[in-house]
């Protein structure tokens, strides 16, 4: 069975970047044949991304692109997540834990939580809840997650926000190392000042500390503090692989193979790396799969590689979550849809 568990709807900062790849996404869906950089393709592009920035992520224009790639990739469950740091009322969460306001880091962080937290968290859970039965009808499992920063010491604060709403799953992450957001471009020289053994000895304690919280059904991106390329020997790393993989087995928290790094950051590389994977399914942990997509041509990207890749290392079922309840699902009847199915 082909899953999609790690997908986002939207994700600021609002760049020129940003509008590239939405329009980008856009005109995947769409067949026409005009020629670009022409006086009216612009003006029409102009026009799509006003009326895509006039409907917003949570609306039904948007999701359709997603059930469009869902059916076009032959996935047959897909969990929409979205960041928690997008929504307003995790402020207090967030100010409290990452760095706002020192000179260097805390600065641009400033900037950068107040150009992406713009959203209520009650819009999206309407929006993915709304749209189940439909998705249904087509053949789709929908499923509502969110992927929640995770601090040490912020548990208490991070399950009263997650408490108020019934999701199917719940992702704990870690993007930031004593509140510096490490997979931040604008941030990455940061990484010269520490001493890179001792740096992911302490990042994966904070991994470990994620999954003994009891907070989380699964574990996002273990290893992705290798972003930039900064990571020490991997002979090194072995023991810190290995006790990482013990905790999320003794604590049943499963993990996914997430592409993001992959196609979108310099180390080219899926998390977890082939060596930190091998060790994880030697303790036994659960995966399921994932594209860290943050626009609907992207869902399910590389899927067919990840499932040969756990395939090959004898892994047979993978994880999916329905309210808040793991469920293995065999890995065969992988159907590869290749073409292009269009919604009326
Ligand atoms: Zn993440
Ligand atoms: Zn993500």
Same mark, same amino acid.
């Given at each position: 069975?082909?899953?999609?568990?790690? $997908?986002?709807?939207?994700?600021?900062?609002?760049?020129?970047?940003?509008?590239?790849?939405?329009?980008?996404?856009?005109?995947?869906?769409?067949?026409?044949?005009?020629?670009?950089?022409?006086?009216?393709?612009?003006?029409?592009?102009? +026009?799509?991304?006003? *009326?895509?920035?006039?409907?917003?992520?949570?609306?039904?224009?948007?999701?359709?692109?997603?059930?469009?790639?869902?059916?076009? &990739?032959?996935?047959?469950?897909?969990? @929409?997540?979205?960041?928690?740091?997008?929504?307003?009322?995790?402020?207090?969460?967030?100010?409290?834990?990452?760095?706002?306001?020192?000179?260097?880091?805390?600065?641009?962080?400033?900037?950068?939580?107040?150009?992406?937290?713009?959203?209520?968290?009650?819009?999206?859970? =309407?929006? @993915?809840?709304?749209?189940?039965?439909?998705?249904?009808?087509?053949?789709?499992?929908?499923? %509502?997650?969110?992927?929640?920063?995770?601090?040490?010491?912020?548990?208490?604060?991070?399950?009263?926000?997650?408490?108020?709403?019934?999701?199917?799953?719940?992702?704990?992450?870690?993007?930031?190392?004593?509140?510096?957001?490490?997979?931040?471009?604008?941030?990455?020289?940061?990484?010269?000042?520490?001493? %890179? +053994?001792?740096?992911?000895? =302490?990042?994966?304690?904070?991994?470990?500390?994620?999954?003994?919280?009891?907070?989380?059904?699964?574990?996002?991106?273990?290893?992705?503090?290798?972003?930039?390329?900064?990571?020490?020997?991997?002979?090194?790393?072995?023991?810190?692989?290995?006790?990482?993989?013990? *905790?999320?087995?003794?604590?049943?928290?499963?993990?996914?193979?997430?592409?993001? %790094?992959?196609?979108?950051?310099?180390?080219?590389?899926?998390?977890?790396?082939?060596?930190? %994977? &091998?060790?994880?399914?030697?303790?036994?942990? &659960?995966?399921?799969?994932?594209?860290?997509?943050?626009?609907?041509?992207? @869902?399910?990207?590389?899927?067919?590689?990840?499932?040969?890749? $756990?395939?090959?290392?004898?892994?047979?079922?993978?994880?999916?979550?329905?309210?808040?309840?793991?469920?293995?699902?065999?890995?065969? =009847? =992988?159907?590869?849809?290749?073409?292009?199915?269009?919604?009326?």
């Amino acid at each position: 069975m082909k899953v999609d568990f790690h $997908l986002h709807l939207e994700e600021g900062p609002y760049s020129m970047g940003f509008v590239e790849k939405t329009l980008k996404a856009m005109a995947y869906f769409e067949e026409s044949k005009e020629k670009t950089h022409t006086k009216e393709w612009l003006l029409d592009a102009i +026009n799509r991304m006003q *009326t895509r920035l006039k409907h917003g992520e949570f609306s039904k224009l948007w999701l359709d692109f997603y059930l469009q790639e869902a059916l076009n &990739k032959g996935l047959k469950q897909v969990g @929409i997540v979205d960041h928690l740091y997008r929504f307003k009322e995790t402020k207090a969460y967030f100010e409290k834990y990452i760095d706002l306001e020192s000179v260097e880091v805390g600065r641009k962080q400033a900037e950068w939580l107040e150009q992406v937290m713009v959203s209520e968290l009650h819009d999206f859970v =309407n929006l @993915i809840n709304s749209a189940k039965k439909e998705w249904a009808e087509k053949g789709v499992k929908l499923k %509502l997650g969110i992927e929640a920063d995770y601090f040490v010491g912020g548990e208490q604060e991070l399950a009263a926000i997650l408490d108020k709403y019934e999701f199917d799953y719940i992702i704990g992450s870690v993007h930031f190392y004593n509140g510096w957001g490490f997979d931040n471009p604008d941030l990455q020289h940061k990484f010269n000042d520490f001493d %890179l +053994n001792e740096l992911y000895t =302490n990042h994966f304690e904070t991994v470990k500390h994620a999954a003994a919280s009891g907070l989380f059904d699964f574990i996002a991106h273990l290893d992705n503090i290798k972003a930039f390329n900064h990571r020490p020997s991997e002979e090194n790393l072995l023991p810190l692989y290995q006790d990482v993989a013990a *905790t999320l087995a003794r604590h049943d928290v499963a993990t996914e193979v997430n592409p993001g %790094l992959y196609y979108r950051y310099p180390v080219k590389e899926m998390c977890p790396s082939p060596m930190f %994977l &091998k060790v994880l399914l030697q303790e036994g942990v &659960k995966f399921t799969t994932s594209s860290d997509a943050h626009f609907p041509n992207d @869902i399910g990207i590389y899927n067919d590689n990840i499932l040969e890749q $756990l395939t090959e290392n004898g892994l047979t079922e993978i994880a999916t979550f329905s309210e808040r309840t793991r469920i293995m699902k065999s890995i065969e =009847n =992988n159907t590869k849809s290749r073409e292009i199915i269009h919604l009326e």
